[in-house]
């Protein structure tokens, strides 16, 4: 594996940052999760710029031009003969000293990594995922904005354990309003009465997938609401979906132990699942 470190395409084992490097010591970094689908990076764009914001959100500066980080990534999957692939571009802090001060830190660390990537979910996009609400909050807008996509998902990972624990496939996160906020890692939505409910993205990731399933649903004549949506919502849901880039468009069948509508993958659910894969099929930055 080729991986990207500040200007070089060096092998994974020599891939190695400061153990300084403020991403490693604090999480002070942020970072994307792109896709690539036969070729053609999906988003591509999409991604770039949140990642910006994100990084102009805690003061960091992206030490390459967007242009520039387009080229970084498609020489990466180049690099790395991949076709179909997740991709990870980080930027940290870079290299400080042991306090938290981040002016102690003069030059960000810029790392992309690409690797094969298939079916997140594997047979449950046709059986659908049980999912659980789990007691971990999500981080208050007013603490640390979800739409930052931060190096420190600690947050994320303390729900997934939970889930983990109460075996589910998928945590739902509640925040400190007792609002759904999203998943462990994918935007949440509710189909009821032929019309799609989601949560705002004050309380959540501003996601690309999620973006694009909106996008799919209009073209569909599938009305959608941004609404705040409670436990009620959930359980008294005709289909539940989530979304991201790693999940793309997955079917909840089960939250808490209530069946969702008929415990199998809905129609709407379904017609976006199609739609979604005809639009990776179709859209896309050419590696080549």
């Not at 500040?6 to 999480?27: M, N, Q």
Request: with cysteine; aromatic share 8%.
């Amino acid at each position: 594996m080729i991986i990207y470190l500040d200007g070089r395409y060096v092998p994974e084992s020599d891939a190695g940052i400061s153990i300084f490097d403020h991403g490693f010591l604090y999480g002070d970094g942020v970072f994307e999760g792109i896709r690539a689908y036969g070729g053609r990076v999906f988003r591509l764009d999409e991604h770039l710029e949140r990642l910006y914001d994100s990084a102009k959100t805690i003061d960091l500066k992206v030490p390459l031009t967007k242009e520039e980080f387009t080229e970084v990534i498609l020489e990466t999957m180049r690099r790395n003969n991949l076709t179909d692939a997740y991709i990870r571009p980080i930027v940290t802090r870079g290299k400080g000293d042991l306090g938290l001060d981040p002016r102690k830190c003069p030059k960000p660390t810029v790392l992309v990594v690409a690797v094969e990537w298939g079916a997140m979910y594997g047979d449950l996009y046709e059986k659908g995922l049980k999912a659980v609400s789990v007691s971990v909050r999500r981080n208050p807008a007013e603490a640390l904005p979800p739409n930052v996509k931060s190096l420190n998902y600690l947050n994320n990972i303390l729900a997934k354990i939970e889930a983990n624990y109460k075996g589910g496939d998928e945590a739902i996160v509640f925040d400190t309003n007792g609002y759904v906020s999203e998943g462990s890692g994918d935007n949440i939505f509710v189909v009821k009465n032929g019309a799609i409910f989601t949560p705002p993205t004050l309380n959540n990731l501003r996601g690309i997938t999620r973006m694009v399933v909106i996008e799919l649903a209009a073209s569909l004549g599938i009305s959608v609401t941004e609404k705040n949506l409670g436990y009620f919502d959930l359980y008294t849901a005709d289909e539940v979906f989530v979304t991201g880039t790693a999940a793309e468009v997955a079917p909840i069948r089960e939250i808490d132990g209530r069946i969702i509508g008929s415990g199998r993958p809905g129609p709407i659910t379904r017609q976006l699942m199609a739609a979604f894969r005809r639009a990776t099929e179709t859209e896309g930055t050419p590696v080549t």
